[in-house]
């Protein structure tokens, strides 16, 4: 195995760390609307998340980096053939951490709901938009012999790539639901579990459907084999969440999506974006990557670093493992009238 196959297995495992982590972060920030009843109830969805949605992101900004450097090539042709759907992602998530930050800056009605809707529109359009984005990569594009997509925007827009946003927006928000039954108590609790069933159907049904789309279109034997551990992690992830058992709920679930972008990317596999116009157009971990001298100096650094974040957002994670409720919100008053949306 050459190293530009080790950076692609590499950053296979960034973004597929990005969606597990952002995949129920961005289903917290969507389900404060349908999930929560009130203010208080908002805002213990909202404190889930808080210790580690920032953290989250640097998944993200690693995985961009990453491609960067070890695969140029790949970086440019994506990020200026994507640039409108990337764009929009990147401002939703800019406006999402300011809205985590300002929401609470003042105790007007007004100025908390305002952010709360802004919470809510910049979770669901990045959990739409990261699966149309990946699924066009998967299907391929119209890329030029220069390595250039000279498709237009709506081109994206095709009916794979638009199944490919719903999946992720389902299995995001269902994800995000186990997510809210394992860390919250009392009512909203019983709901989130409740509400986790019925998105964890509608993921199930999309998500097949795609994902064998997918496995017939480009699949191998490996892609396969994910495609099953995805289906049987999912169907899992609903009994346990019947079963009231939230942690393995929580582990199964996340096991879905680890095992549905995994077969995305060995679908893709050794091309990193294939061409539509001429397969030998087509970019590949081989004609993409940087110089062998760069990837062997990357591959130093992330050695050392890696295992450093890991330990250290691992350890995040533990410190805020406690479940929280309404009780714990200061200044709720239990005998409220709740403010219905």
Known sequence: MQLHDVWFILIA????????????????????????????ERRVLINTIG????????????AGGATFAAFPDWYATLFSGFYI???????????????????AKRSEARWQRNWEEAIFWTSLLPAFLWGVAFANIVRGVAIDGQKNYIGGFWEL???YALLGGLVTLSLFTFHGA?????????????RARRMALQLGV??????????????????????????????????????????????WAFILSGATIVAAVAMLFLSLFP???????????????????????TLKLMTIVAAVFTPLVLL???????????????????GHDPAAALDQH
């Open 312 to 330: 250290y957002q691992g350890w995040t994670y533990w410190v805020f493992r406690k479940r929280i409720g309404v009780q714990h919100i200061p």
């Open 51 to 62: 210790p580690v949605w920032d953290g989250n992101e640097v998944w993200l900004l690693t």
């Open 85 to 103: 759907p990337l764009l929009a992602i990147l401002v939703c998530l800019i406006v999402r951490g300011v809205a985590f930050e300002y929401r």
């Open 178 to 190: 186990v997510f809210a039954a394992l860390k919250t108590v009392g009512d909203i609790r019983d």
């Open 157 to 159: 827009l095709n009916p």
């Open 13 to 40: 495992v960034l973004w597929i760390g990005y969606f597990f982590l952002e995949g129920f972060d961005f289903g917290i920030g969507i389900l404060t609307k349908p999930l929560a009843r009130s203010t208080a």
């Open 271 to 293: 091309d990193v974006m294939p061409s539509t116009l001429n397969p030998e157009w087509s970019l590949t971990v081989s004609n993409a990557a940087s110089s062998p001298y």
């Open 202 to 247: 509608v993921a199930a049904v999309l998500a097949v459907v795609f994902l064998v789309w997918t496995q017939a279109d480009s699949g191998n034997g490996w892609s396969l084999v994910a495609l099953t551990i995805a289906v049987a992690a999912l169907l899992g992830a609903l009994v346990a969440n019947q079963l009231g058992r939230e942690g």
